[in-house]
């Protein structure tokens, strides 16, 4: 499995790893929470804990679902700031 593609982090992986000493670094390094925002990066290491916990089959599809949502909009932002900087400065800004 290739770490850098979020979409081919199944139930099963997590389900896997969560069986790993570190857990919760391993699954969150998986789920790129580092780039994402700083509070949905807290919030989903928040969630990664719970599930570790618990190995709840739901939490880990909606981990899955939420992590991706959250890196999709984090980087949704970031092009749009580049894009106004860029506008900035051909404006002579």
């Given at each position: 499995?290739?770490?850098k593609d979020?979409?081919?982090?199944?139930?099963?992986?997590?389900?896997?790893?969560?069986?790993?000493?570190?857990?919760?670094?391993?699954?969150?390094?998986?789920?790129?929470?580092?780039?994402?925002?700083p509070a949905?990066?807290?919030?989903?290491?928040?969630?990664?804990?719970?599930?570790?916990?618990?190995?709840?089959?739901?939490?880990?599809?909606?981990?899955?679902?939420?992590?991706?949502?959250?890196?999709?909009?984090?980087?949704?932002?970031?092009?749009?700031?580049?894009?106004?900087?860029?506008?900035?400065?051909?404006?002579?800004?």
């Amino acid at each position: 499995m290739n770490p850098k593609d979020s979409s081919e982090i199944t139930v099963q992986t997590l389900l896997a790893l969560r069986q790993e000493s570190d857990a919760l670094r391993i699954i969150t390094e998986q789920l790129h929470v580092k780039e994402m925002g700083p509070a949905d990066h807290i919030r989903t290491k928040h969630e990664v804990k719970a599930f570790v916990e618990s190995g709840d089959l739901k939490a880990a599809e909606a981990l899955i679902k939420q992590a991706s949502e959250r890196t999709a909009a984090h980087q949704a932002i970031a092009n749009r700031v580049t894009e106004q900087q860029q506008r900035g400065q051909r404006m002579g800004l």
